[in-house]
């Protein structure tokens, strides 16, 4: 069990932690969008939303067919013996 006399994390942080905090959070969000921004610059723009869900129902109509093929594969293996 937690010491009453213990402080909290409000009573014990400060002003200058907190900015400290959100100035690394900017700073590693502006990162993010430059490596963002140069992937681009070079595979091109990316997937739009109707796009990515375009290419997930076609991932999953391949994955149906590779898994009906290895099922009869299976199948015949058992045929056989």
């Known amino acids: 069990m937690m010491n009453d006399m213990m402080p909290t994390i409000e009573e014990t942080i400060d002003m200058n932690d907190i900015a400290q905090h959100e100035h690394e959070q900017w700073l590693r969000e502006c990162e993010r969008e430059e490596r963002w921004e140069a992937a681009e610059a070079i ?28 099922e009869n594969a299976f199948k015949c293996d058992d045929d056989d013996e």
């Open 43 to 70: 595979h091109g723009p990316l997937l739009t939303k109707a796009d990515l869900e375009n290419y997930h129902k076609d991932m999953a109509e391949i994955m149906a067919e590779r898994d009906a093929a290895f």
